[in-house]
C-alpha cells in the first residue's frame, strides 16, 4: 500500500512506532490478545468479543456464494434497497452507495440513518413500497431509529402487499430482538453476522457487503482488496497502517488532537465513516482524537497548531481539484500523511487501514478502543422523554428558541448568538454544528458555507453532523473526550410530520427528543452546550440564523 508523509509527520510516526515495537503490536493484535490495551476484566471482556474485524475478509469470503445467490434472486424484482440503520450498520453502505453510484440493471440503494420526517419523507417519496427491499440492520436489535424506520415502512409495504414480510430482511447478530422479530413477520432473509465485531468495525462484514451486493457492486474485489492489504499489515510492523496510528496517537500525546481528513469529491463521504470509527473508538477516559471530517481545505493553511492532516489521494479527475493544496499542505509545517487508492474497489483496503491505524492509535493512548461507555447516555435521556410523550406529556424545553447548560448561563443569547459562541472558544476547543435536519441539498449548502464562515472567523476546528447519526459517531467523543468542545445543536420543526405506527407519537416528536436528550446528556457531562430550536417555515427560520453568525 503506497503511503507517504512529511518530515513533520515522520518524526511522530517514528515515536509511535518505537511504542508499538516495544508492545509486539502486530502480533499481539493478530493473536487477539486484549491486554495490548487494558488488563482490567470489564475490558478485557469487551476486547475479547470485539477482534473478529481482523481478518473478517476471509469470513465473508466463504459466505459470498450466499451473498451472490441472494442478490440475484431479488434482482429484477426490487427497483430499490432501503438500508434503515444507525451509525455503523450505515455508513459504510453509504459510503460504498456514493463511490460506486447506481448500477446498470440493479436496484438503486437508499441509505436512512435518521428520525427526521423530512428525510423520512424523502425517501418514501423516492420508491415505491411493492417493489423495494427493506434492510433492517442493526447488532443489538433495539435501537430506536432503525425500530422506528421499519415500523412505518411495515406499515407501508402492508398498505399494498399481503406478505409485507417478503420485502424485508435483516442483518444482525445471533439471538438478537431482530433476529426474533424477522422470524415472527417472516422475513425474506436473515444474515446473522459474525458476533464479535462491533458495528463501527463491521464495514467488511454481511453489514457492509450485503446491502453493495444487493445493488450490483463486486464485493469480491473488495473484500480481495482488504485481504491484500491485511497480509501486508500483518507482516510488517512498520506498514501503512501502523505508520497512521503511530502519528494519531503520538501527535494526540503532543497536543494535535484535530485529525484533519482531507479526500477529493469523489470519496469525501469516507470521511463520514472514518470520523465515527475514530470518534466513537478513541473518544473517552478524558482522551479523544477529534476527527475533522468535510471540512473546506484553506489555501493559507491558517490552522492552529493542534492538526495533522491525512489525505486519502485516489487516481480519479476530481483528485486533481485539490492537488495543488494538498502539495502546498505536504511542503508546510503540518504533519501530512497521504494514503492512495489506486482505483474505487481499493475501498475494502481503506476500510482496513483504518480499523488497524485506530487499534494501534487506542493502545498509544492506552484506552479501550472497543467499548463506548457514554453512548448509551442520550439514548437512556431520549427513552425517559419518549416514555413521557407516550403518556400526553412533552418536556418544556423541547421546543424553546434557545436552551443552555448551566456552565453558559448569561454568557450566550440568541441575539448575539455568533458573537457569544467565538469568545466561547479558547485554546484548542472545538465547535461542533449538530442540526437534527433533514440532509437536503439547500441545508447541506447553508451549513457547508456557516460551518466556513464559523472557521475563518475563529479559526478554531468545526465539526458538523446531522442529528441523530452523529449519536453513534461522535457523541462518544463529545462526552468522552477532555472537555474540548462547544456544543451547538439546532432542532427544528417538521415541514410535515410521519406518524409512527404503534406509536402514540410521530417521528418530529422523536427526532426532537432526541435532540433534547442529548442537550442534556452533555450538559450533565459539564459540557458547553447550546440548543436553538427553528420554527417553520424552515428556510426562513434557519437563513435567520445563519446570519446571526
Known amino acids: 500500500m503506497q503511503a507517504s508523509y512529511n518530515k513533520s509527520a515522520e518524526e511522530i510516526i517514528n515515536k509511535g512506532l518505537a511504542k508499538l515495537e516495544k508492545a509486539d503490536f502486530t502480533a499481539r493484535l493478530y493473536k487477539h490478545d486484549a491486554t495490548l490495551w487494558k488488563t482490567e476484566e470489564a475490558h478485557t471482556k469487551i476486547i475479547n468479543n470485539s477482534l473478529g474485524w481482523t481478518e473478517v475478509y476471509n469470513w465473508t469470503l466463504e459466505r459470498l456464494p450466499e451473498i451472490k445467490a441472494f442478490a440475484s434472486e431479488v434482482k429484477n424484482e426490487f427497483k430499490h434497497v432501503v438500508l434503515m440503520g444507525m451509525g455503523g450498520s450505515s455508513l459504510a453502505p453509504e459510503v460504498l452507495r456514493v463511490i460506486f453510484g447506481k448500477n446498470e440493471g440493479w436496484p438503486e440503494l437508499l ?3 435518521s428520525t427526521n420526517p423530512d428525510w423520512v419523507s424523502c425517501v418514501r417519496g423516492k420508491i415505491d413500497p411493492a417493489k423495494s427491499l427493506f434492510i433492517f440492520a442493526s447488532k443489538s436489535g433495539g435501537t430506536v431509529e432503525p425500530s422506528s424506520q421499519f415500523a412505518y415502512f411495515f406499515d407501508e409495504v402492508g398498505k399494498v402487499k399481503e406478505n409485507a414480510g417478503e420485502n424485508f430482511i435483516a442483518i444482525t447478530d445471533p439471538g438478537t430482538g431482530l433476529e426474533t422479530l424477522a422470524k415472527e413477520k417472516k422475513f425474506r432473509k436473515i444474515f446473522i453476522n ?71 469529491s469523489g470519496i469525501s463521504v469516507f470521511g463520514l465513516w472514518v470520523e465515527q470509527l475514530v470518534a466513537e473508538s478513541t473518544g473517552k477516559e478524558d482522551k479523544g482524537v477529534v476527527p475533522v471530517a468535510g471540512e473546506k481545505l484553506h489555501k493559507d493553511f491558517a490552522y492552529k497548531n493542534d492538526r495533522i492532516f491525512a489525505y486519502v489521494s485516489c487516481d480519479c479527475p476530481c483528485n486533481k481539484e485539490i492537488c495543488a493544496e494538498t502539495e502546498a499542505l505536504k511542503a508546510s509545517a503540518h504533519p501530512f500523511f497521504e494514503v492512495k487508492m489506486k482505483d474505487k474497489y481499493a475501498i475494502g483496503s481503506m476500510f482496513l487501514l483504518w480499523e488497524v491505524a485506530t487499534a494501534a492509535c487506542g493502545a498509544i493512548i492506552e484506552i479501550d478502543p472497543f467499548d463506548q461507555p457514554n453512548v448509551q447516555a442520550a439514548k437512556t435521556i431520549a427513552k425517559n422523554l419518549l416514555n413521557d410523550l407516550s403518556a400526553g406529556k412533552t418536556d418544556p424545553q423541547t421546543y424553546l428558541d434557545i436552551i443552555v447548560s448551566d456552565n453558559l448561563k448569561g454568557k450566550v443569547n440568541l441575539d448575539t448568538l455568533g458573537r457569544d459562541i467565538a469568545q466561547t472558544l479558547q485554546g484548542n476547543d472545538y465547535l461542533a454544528v449538530l442540526p437534527y435536519m433533514h440532509n437536503s441539498a439547500e441545508n447541506d449548502e447553508l451549513f457547508t458555507a456557516l460551518r466556513d464562515k464559523l472557521f475563518t ?22 462526552k468522552g473526550d477532555g472537555n474540548n468542545g462547544v456544543f451547538l445543536i439546532i432542532s427544528a420543526d417538521a415541514e410535515n410530520d410521519v406518524k409512527i405506527p404503534g406509536a402514540a407519537y410521530g417521528f418530529n416528536d422523536l427526532v426532537n427528543a ?21 420554527k417553520k417555515p424552515l428556510a426562513q427560520g434557519l437563513n435567520k440564523l445563519a446570519s446571526l453568525f
Open 111 to 113: 441509505v436512512l440513518d
Open 514 to 534: 432526541q435532540a433534547l436528550g442529548d442537550f442534556k446528556a452533555l450538559a450533565e457531562k459539564g459540557r458547553r452546550v447550546i440548543k436553538v430550536h427553528v
Open 194 to 264: 459474525k458476533s464479535d465485531i462491533g458495528g463501527r468495525f463491521s464495514a467488511l462484514s454481511f453489514f457492509g457487503m450485503v446491502p453493495a451486493a444487493l445493488c450490483g457492486i463486486d464485493v469480491e474485489k473488495i473484500l480481495l482488496s482488504a485481504k491484500e492489504a491485511g497480509e501486508e499489515f500483518k507482516k510488517d510492523p512498520a506498514s501503512a497502517a501502523a505508520k497512521l496510528g503511530s502519528l494519531m496517537g503520538c501527535a494526540f500525546a503532543e497536543g494535535k488532537d484535530k485529525l484533519t481528513l482531507v479526500m477529493p
Open 457 to 478: 472567523q475563529t479559526k478554531h476546528a468545526v465539526l458538523f453532523g446531522y442529528g441523530p447519526r452523529y449519536l453513534h459517531s461522535t457523541g462518544q467523543l463529545h
